[in-house]
């Protein structure tokens, strides 16, 4: 019998320090995603998926953080925004794209 893979807890990847904490700030618990989910980052401020990590000479120079750059808009920050969708939901945001895909 194979053993479950354990999962970091959202709680955690979403950067609180306890569920109470995670709870409180997301008004409740969000049920997670059933399948498989894939994560899209989108510009915060032209709301396009063309986005990608800058390198940098030192982590240090910028807090120690990703530092992402919209492509379209040239936009540079550490804030991205990022949406988690199911397969159906892929599709869809894809076929939307009509073509414009990154």
Same mark, same amino acid.
């Given at each position: ?22 709870? *409180? ?11 498989? @989910? ?6 915060? *401020?032209?709301?396009?998926? %063309? ?31 990022? *949406?988690?969708? @199911?397969? %159906? ?5 894809? %076929? ?7």
């Amino acid at each position: 019998m194979a053993k479950n893979k354990l999962e970091t807890p959202v709680w955690i990847k979403e950067g609180y320090d306890s569920p109470a904490e995670y709870e *409180k700030a997301t008004g409740g618990k969000v049920e997670k995603k059933k399948g498989k @989910t894939f994560k899209i980052r989108e510009c915060p *401020k032209c709301g396009s998926d %063309d986005v990608g990590i800058v390198i940098s000479g030192s982590d240090s120079e910028k807090g120690g953080g990703k530092e992402w750059e919209c492509r379209k808009c040239k936009w540079k920050g550490q804030d991205i925004n990022e *949406k988690e969708l @199911t397969e %159906d939901e892929l599709m869809k945001y894809l %076929d939307s794209k009509e073509g414009d895909v990154a």
